[in-house]
């Protein structure tokens, strides 16, 4: 196939990441869109109908996931796939998730413009719940359809006003009633996720795009400390089964514990919840989490595995417990489709360099069912997951570019 043929619209691209960034727009130029919102949905219908302009068909699956094809001429062959998310953190940014279901649909249309039929279809899917901000478990969508967890596995997990996913799954399949349904599951010839790299690398290399190697392993805790509530100016401090000053012990605890001269390993407690939260009550429940990252998948399990351990030993007078939410072990991508996102940059006249991601990605539970690889644009100082994240419109583009000649090549 000729790539020279396959045209992407830049501005168009750019023009539907803008109108997207409008639903759940927050203060400086962030996006706050929740997985499974209203938000979410109206973000969605709009989607649709750009898909609809190129004649894309549109489903959705048990889990949510939402998925636009795109025939090719040989109807028993299997898809090739491409696609992201499209909730966003709290305080997010305009591009992490969104820029790789935009780019997807501006590829298929780029194909769509220049009349090319692929022998095999191209599915674009935008995966549900990817972030894992409002239940605290992300990529749920992506798990169930890899076949890791059923969608009702998750259902307790209740976000901040207490809603559980389950029900939240259940009011948004609802909601979409009107769009066919798909089955849960496939088996693609290929996956390709275009993403901002959210990391400083390739703004410092001044290298358009990365060619992803693979992700690197997350695992995610809740530690939860149990202790009992009293006055604070009635009952004598030593006493106490303070919770928060376990819980501070225990993260000062682990902090030590994690710590890496190297700065390889990445340990977080990102969210905490102080229970009755009020200023004269000694706190009796707390809980924090714990996201640990780490490229080399045993060395990840053994850290993990030691947090219960440095836990307890950190009580002085509360109980606690730790659950585990969220475990994703480190892959690494498919030849296969890293030469061809390699192959199709080179042809574009895009400069690339081989990365691996540190921040996860649906791809890694896809990459379980089929060969996958992904592409990244740089990202302005590396920031994300802030309202200030930024990639220009022509990087967003040659990363689109890039994906267009990829999704092609594996397409025919
Ligand atoms: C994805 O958002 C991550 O936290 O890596
Ligand atoms: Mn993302
Ligand atoms: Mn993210």
Redesign the pocket.
């Known amino acids: 196939m000729d790539n020279a043929k396959l045209v992407i619209s830049e501005a168009r691209q750019w023009d539907r990441l803008m109108a997207l960034a409008e639903i759940g727009a927050i203060v400086g130029d962030g996006v706050n869109r929740q997985a499974l919102t209203a938000l979410d949905r109206q973000a969605r219908r709009l989607v649709i109908g750009w898909a609809a302009e190129i004649g894309a068909s549109v489903s959705v699956d048990a889990a949510a996931n939402l998925w636009f094809r795109v025939e090719g001429s040989d109807p028993a062959a299997a898809p090739v796939l491409t696609g992201s998310h499209m909730d966003t953190?709290p305080k997010g940014g305009r591009f992490?998730?969104i820029y790789g279901v935009i780019a997807g649909l501006e590829a298929i249309a780029a194909l769509h413009d220049a009349g090319i039929v692929t022998r095999r279809p191209i599915e674009v899917v935008a995966w549900t719940n990817?972030?894992?901000c409002r239940f605290g478990i992300?990529c749920t969508g992506s798990m169930s359809w890899a076949g890791v967890h059923p969608t009702d596995f998750w259902d307790d997990r209740r976000d901040l006003a207490g809603v559980g996913y389950g029900k939240a799954l259940a009011e948004h399949l609802a909601a979409e009633a009107d769009i066919p349904r798909r089955a849960l599951g496939g088996v693609p010839h290929a996956y390709i996720e275009a993403h901002i790299e959210?990391g400083p690398l390739l703004e410092a290399a001044g290298v358009d795009v990365g060619v992803v190697t693979g992700i690197q392993g997350?695992r995610w805790f809740t530690v939860t400390v149990q202790g009992e509530s009293a006055h604070a100016g009635t009952s004598p401090v030593r006493g106490r089964k303070d919770a928060l000053q376990d819980a501070m012990r225990a993260i000062s605890a682990l902090s030590g514990a994690m710590d890496d001269p190297a700065d390889v390993l990445r340990f977080t407690v990102g969210h905490m919840v102080v229970l009755p939260n009020a200023s004269n009550s000694v706190a009796d429940h707390v809980t924090f989490s714990v996201?640990l990252?780490h490229p080399d998948g045993a060395f990840l399990t053994a850290r993990g595995d030691a947090i219960t351990g440095i836990v307890d030993a950190a009580m002085t007078t509360c109980t606690a417990s730790v659950h585990e939410g969220f475990n994703a072990q480190p892959v690494v991508f498919a030849a296969s489709v890293v030469d061809a996102i390699e192959a199709a940059a080179e042809a574009a006249s895009v400069s690339h360099v081989r990365l691996a991601?540190?921040?996860?990605?649906d791809a890694q539970f896809v990459s379980g069912v089929a060969p996958s690889g992904m592409i990244f644009v740089p990202s302005h100082k590396g920031i994300?997951?802030n309202p200030a994240e930024f990639s220009s419109s022509a990087q967003l583009a040659a990363g689109t570019q890039v994906l267009a000649n990829a999704l092609l090549a594996l397409a025919s």
């Open positions: 953190q992490d998730g990817e972030e894992g992300g959210q997350s996201d990252r991601s540190g921040a996860f990605h994300s997951h």
